[in-house]
């Protein structure tokens, strides 16, 4: 069976520090892969998302960058995190035809201090 | 282009009352329709979705949803709420053909009071 796993579920980190949220989905292949952002226990925002390795496309400008280095591999970066950084972190995966929707992972709380 | 509308922030009812969460979509082919809930710190679990057939799809947890074509709503509906009902409740769409991202609707909290 498809599983998905995200970690860490929840990460402390200060101003100006770097961040890597590490998502990898197992039991399927060449899914399609997103990372969403959830702030104030609300609204979903799609941050990224990624049809193939090597191909991301990004929705929202912002101080985040993605990678997909395998097909089962996704990984949300920052350089240097800002205070409006901090918030919930979910992770995504569907296959092509999307007939059965998104599996979630877990999430990661980001707190940025 | 796609969208969905949960109208209600929150829902209130008293456990053992049936609930409604409404849901109003706009795709411009035919629709996939899902719903997902989310406790407080976890990700979204996904509860039903209607693809095809009947107009009334049932879920997890007693859950079920009509889908209905003419209003172009999709309302989640059990018919006697529980305590553990309680969380935020998305409602999300897509069209059938290409490649579509899901769009979420904003969330309902449901609150169930003893």
Do not use: M
Not at chain 1, 61 to 81: G, V
Not at chain 2, 38 to 58: A, S
Not at chain 2, 89 to 105: D, H, I, P, W
């Amino acid at each position: 069976s498809q599983t998905i796993h995200q970690w860490p579920a929840t990460l402390v980190q200060p101003v100006g520090s770097p961040l890597s949220l590490e998502c990898t989905v197992e039991g399927t292949s060449n899914p399609n892969l997103y990372w969403y952002r959830q702030a104030a226990g609300r609204g979903l925002q799609l941050l990224f998302y990624s049809v193939g390795i090597g191909q991301i496309s990004s929705e929202v400008p912002q101080n985040l960058s993605a990678s997909r280095p395998q097909d089962r591999q996704f990984i949300l970066s920052s350089k240097k995190l800002l205070l409006s950084d901090s918030g919930f972190y979910l992770c995504a995966w569907s296959v092509d035809t999307g007939r059965g929707g998104y599996t979630f992972g877990s999430g990661t709380r980001l707190t940025v201090v | 282009a796609q969208s969905v509308a949960q109208p209600e922030d929150q829902v209130n009812v008293a456990e053992g009352n049936p609930l409604t969460v409404k849901c109003t979509y706009s795709v411009s082919g035919n629709p996939y329709l899902f719903w997902y809930v989310q406790y407080p710190n976890r990700g979204l679990q996904f509860l039903l979705k209607y693809i095809t057939g009947d107009n009334l799809v049932k879920g997890s947890y007693g859950f079920e949803a009509e889908f209905n074509k003419s209003q172009t709503s999709f309302h989640l509906k059990k018919p006697s709420a529980l305590v553990s009902d309680s969380a935020l409740y998305f409602c999300a769409v897509r069209e059938s053909t290409g490649f579509q991202k899901l769009v979420f609707g904003t969330g309902t909290r449901l609150l169930v009071s003893p």
